[in-house]
Every structure is written in C-alpha cells, then in structure tokens.
C-alpha cells in the first residue's frame, strides 16, 4: 500500500451513507475509516490522525457540531466537511468553524471536488 494515500475519517450514523462514500472515495485513491457516532469519531480522530474529516451534523449521542468543536480544539489544521442532509445547518453560527459544507447527495461530485481542494 502506498504511504502518501491520505486518510479520510467519515463520521455518519447511517450505514447507507457510509457505503456509499466508501465505495466512492476509495475509488479516488482515499484510505476511508468510519465511525458511526461522536464518541467513536473522537477516538479514531486522536489514534488515526486523518488527513481530513466528513462529518455528520445530526446523530445520537454527541451531535456534530460538538464534535467539530473538539476536533478544531485538538487540531485545527485538520479540515473538517460537514456534510448535512440539512442545508439549514449552513446558517448555524456553530458550523461555520468548519472548513466546509455540503449539503448530502448521492451525487458526490461537490464533496469529491471539496476534499481535493482541501487535500491537494
């Protein structure tokens, strides 16, 4: 396996989604590691050190927004997508500590598009 292949954590409660995305990006070459809540996610995050990470807003347990914040507190040159079936979110003040947000599709072209810009 290729050391410079960069590693995405995906954070999403739905298994549909994580699926979809893995399938996805590990076609354009991204190591993906998953985590189904935020407490699974803030794990990943300290063992993992991704090179950028997709997160769910809303999900059981500590929601995406709080996760952010500690991802931000913890490494703040790590760029976090939020990813939302929700565009309302995008208002939220909260979110705005993101490096970006995309609304949820099954048309991964923005995001795709999002994660080069991030990741060179």
Not at 31 to 45: C, P, Q, R, T, Y
């Amino acid at each position: 396996m290729a050391t410079d292949r960069k590693k995405i954590l995906l954070v999403d409660d739905e298994e549909s989604i994580h699926l979809l995305y893995k399938e996805e990006l590990s076609e354009e070459g991204y190591e993906v590691i998953s985590a189904l809540n935020g407490e699974d996610a803030l794990k990943l995050f300290e063992e993992e050190r991704p090179n950028l990470v997709i997160l769910d807003i809303n999900m059981p347990g500590i929601d995406g927004i709080e996760v952010l914040r500690n991802m931000k507190q913890l490494h703040p040159e790590i760029p976090v997508i939020l990813s939302s079936a929700y565009p309302e979110y995008k208002q939220d003040l909260a979110s705005w500590a993101s490096d970006d947000y995309i609304v949820k599709s099954f048309n991964l072209d923005e995001l795709k598009g999002s994660i080069r810009s991030h990741l060179g």
